[in-house]
């Protein structure tokens, strides 16, 4: 139920596309470019939920280990389940063949700071944790 409620509230409208287009460098996006990304983002919100909330689920079934800490257990579905959706939403798209230029792209470009810097806290907070486990 709580996979749902996240894919209603986070679905992509097309306003949300020409914004992910203009970040990438699309001045003025036309509709086919802006279905495009939507159908990108769609597929990838898709698929989130159901591999954050289904990853845990598999690994209980398969008698994986468990995380030591319950306040950590949600951060391997969430990384998985990040990468396994980006892999999803990249399938290759049916009909005309799609080309991008050859610039030189930053890592901002691809990643918006927020989330590099959202990334960074939760690592220095793992790090934390993990060496106070270690100090006691």
């Known amino acids: 139920m709580l ?3 996240l894919v209603v509230l986070l679905w992509p409208e097309p306003k949300k596309g020409v914004a992910v287009l203009r970040r990438w460098g699309v001045a003025e996006p036309d509709e086919r470019q802006v279905g495009v990304a ?3 983002l ?3 919100r898709l698929w989130y939920p159901v591999l954050i909330f289904g990853i845990p689920l598999l690994s209980e079934v398969l008698g994986l280990p468990a995380a030591s800490d319950a306040g950590q257990a949600w951060l391997l579905p969430v990384l998985l389940g990040g990468v396994l959706g980006e892999v999803v939403a990249q399938r290759p798209v ?3 063949r799609r080309e991008a230029s050859l610039e030189r792209r930053g890592v901002f470009d691809l990643v918006p700071v927020w989330a590099v810097v959202l990334h960074g806290l ?3 907070w793992l790090l934390v944790v993990r060496v106070g486990e270690r100090v006691r």
């Open 3 to 5: 996979a749902l409620a």
């Open 38 to 40: 939507l159908r990108y």
């Open 42 to 44: 769609r597929r990838r």
């Open 94 to 96: 049916s009909g005309t």
């Open 122 to 124: 939760l690592l220095g």
